[in-house]
């Protein structure tokens, strides 16, 4: 048994006026549902693309967070500081460091305490 509905609609995806035959119908045709689908998809895709890049950024942060001693480049990645910056702190005895071999290691607690 077929409908004798007739319904006017605006395309989703084109924007054209069409007349419908259900009420559910949301494309002028099947060219603009396969269209509007790829849509989805692409903006599926980009937006999976997003959180992962996200995450990977994330990442690092939430290790260096976890460390209780940071190396120089460590402390300026984890606080958003220049190497600049830190040698200053550590030239003007505001915070202290630890040398081994060449490497410079500074305890993260100290950081902490000098944002109190």
Known sequence: MSSNIRIN????????EFTAKTTVTKYCGDRCA???YKARKKAEK???????TQKQIEKPV?????????TGKETCQLF??????LWRLI?????????????????KSDLYNLFI
């Open 46 to 52: 980009v937006q999976a693309s997003n959180q992962e």
């Open 34 to 36: 396969k269209r509007a």
């Open 91 to 107: 030239k003007q005895g505001k915070l202290k460091q630890a040398n081994i071999g060449k490497r410079i290691i500074i305890r």
């Open 80 to 85: 958003g500081i220049s190497r600049t910056t």
């Open 62 to 70: 939430i290790e260096l967070q976890a460390k209780e001693f940071l």
């Open 9 to 16: 609609r605006i395309c989703q995806h084109c924007g054209v």
